[in-house]
């Protein structure tokens, strides 16, 4: 509800244009869609002579998803995962299910990973994610019931598990209880667990999105955070879409598929290198030596499918809630 509270106050109150659009997105794009949208409102008016205001609403993705089905007035949505979007077409009549078929790379412009940020000097001495469930260590991590870069966090741990443990499932269930026995406070998104980690002082390790842990390098120079790369990770893909009810009743069609189209222009893949997502155009990622090469593993190595996950791992009486005796 306060998602759409909100952007329905920021569209009553854009400045007035030919065309509006209302991206709904998760809350680690802002400052990359702040670039996005300007250099896409420049070219579209001097291609078509029409001037467009891109207004942004960010949320957790899951979050998002919700309110979008619930009536937020999205011409599109940059979501946090899959999973996200494919609640909107199910649960609603915005978008057809075969939705991922309609742009390059399953409709994911760009991707990240999963990677961890520590304090000065790493006192505690975190290297991998066996180093998250020894005892004393406080880890800071937004909710996977909420946030869409939580459940990323929850499935890279099990992933990296379930390689230690050589498959075994109860044992890298374990693992990830120990993991999440060590998160005292899971804030609702990956940009609220920022703010706790570097601001709030709070934890010993922030385990996010990797263009979050450039985020607290950059923003708390003085502070020394260390980006620490595990062995291996996650392929976090961060996919788009064009909500088709809406951009109908919005007239909007044309200049919203031209938006979501223009993620995958090199200058605008260079955009998201510069915010640290890694591009999908393999040329651009080459120049950027600070995204290096990673292990990284999909959500099919690890599960059928992201429905299944969810159902398995995130859903009410699923795996996370059994942690913590029930829903949390």
Do not use: C
């Not at 680690?28 to 001097?46: D, G, H, I, K």
């Not at 899951?62 to 999973?83: F, H, M, N, S």
């Not at 180093?131 to 800071?140: A, N």
């Not at 069609?253 to 155009?281: C, T």
């Amino acid at each position: 509800m306060r998602a759409l509270l909100g952007a329905l106050l920021l569209l009553s109150t854009v400045a007035h244009a030919d065309a509006v659009l209302l991206n709904a997105s998760y809350d680690p794009t802002r400052e990359l869609y702040q670039e996005v949208n300007a250099l896409f409102a420049r070219e579209w008016q001097q291609k078509t002579g029409e001037r467009v205001t891109i207004a942004q609403s960010h949320e957790a993705s899951g979050k998002q998803a919700r309110a979008v089905i619930e009536g937020l007035p999205a011409d599109v949505v940059t979501l946090a995962l899959p999973y996200d979007i494919d609640a909107i077409a199910t649960k609603s009549d915005l978008l057809p299910e075969a939705w991922r078929e309609r742009l390059p790379d399953h409709s994911t412009p760009y991707t990240s990973t999963i990677v961890f940020v520590v304090r000065r000097g790493n006192p505690k001495g975190i290297h991998d994610w066996s180093d998250l469930v020894r005892p004393g260590t406080v880890v800071t991590m937004p909710n996977p019931k909420i946030s869409g870069g939580a459940r990323w966090v929850y499935l890279a741990a099990y992933g990296y598990a379930m390689r230690a443990s050589g498959g075994d499932e109860a044992r890298a269930r374990d693992f990830v209880r120990r993991f999440y026995r060590n998160a005292p406070i899971m804030d609702s998104g990956s940009r609220a667990a920022t703010t706790t980690f570097a601001q709030r002082r709070m934890g010993d390790v922030l385990v996010s999105w990797e263009n979050e842990a450039f985020l607290v390098e950059h923003e708390f120079p003085e502070d020394g955070f260390e980006i620490i790369r595990p062995s291996v990770s996650i392929v976090a893909e961060t996919p788009v879409a064009l909500l088709d009810k809406n951009v109908a009743e919005h007239g909007t069609r044309k200049v919203a598929q031209a938006y979501l189209q223009f993620l995958y222009r090199p200058e605008v893949q260079e955009l998201a290198a510069k915010h640290h997502f890694r591009p999908v155009d393999a040329a651009v990622l080459s120049r950027h030596p600070e995204l290096p090469a990673m292990k990284l593993f999909t959500v099919e190595e690890i599960a059928s499918s992201w429905q299944e996950a969810h159902r398995v791992h995130f859903s009410d009486g699923g795996v996370f809630d059994s942690f913590f005796g029930g829903s949390r």
